[in-house]
């Protein structure tokens, strides 16, 4: 969290609009056997020798992540944009945990553009 809000103040400082977006990916209670396998961290993320990430740890950490997000932005009076929300979590749009799939990118850019305002003239009109 202070590492974000050091990247606003600095923004803010130089008077750019920061909009913050949530990450999202694959993570999510219940896998199966196929988003297990393609979720990289599971494989190479680890405390020691034996010990690895779980699902568990993979899914909590991405919605503290994702939380802390929002709760900067309502604190800082951001535009929010939940890109998490609009992301099924599914092999069909993600690669692996958090890497897309080339489908993937028109809905990112959608749901980007119609927050900001969509596009008028070919320049991004922000709401």
Sequence with gaps: M?????????????????ILMTEPCLAK???????????RMLWT?????SIMWS?????????QYNDALKRIAKEEGLQL??????????????RDEVHYQDTTF????????????GWQSG???PK
């Design 29 to 39: 209670e219940h896998l199966s056997p196929e988003e297990t396998k393609a979720i």
């Design 45 to 49: 993320e680890a405390l020691n020798d």
């Design 123 to 125: 320049q991004l009109t």
């Design 81 to 94: 944009i939940d890109l998490d929300a609009a992301i099924p979590k599914s092999l069909s749009y993600f």
């Design 2 to 18: 202070r590492n974000i809000r050091t990247i606003v103040e600095l923004a803010r400082h130089d008077s750019t609009r920061v």
């Design 55 to 63: 699902s568990e740890t993979l899914t909590n950490g991405m919605a």
């Design 106 to 117: 028109a809905i990112v850019a959608g749901v980007v553009a119609d927050a900001l305002g």
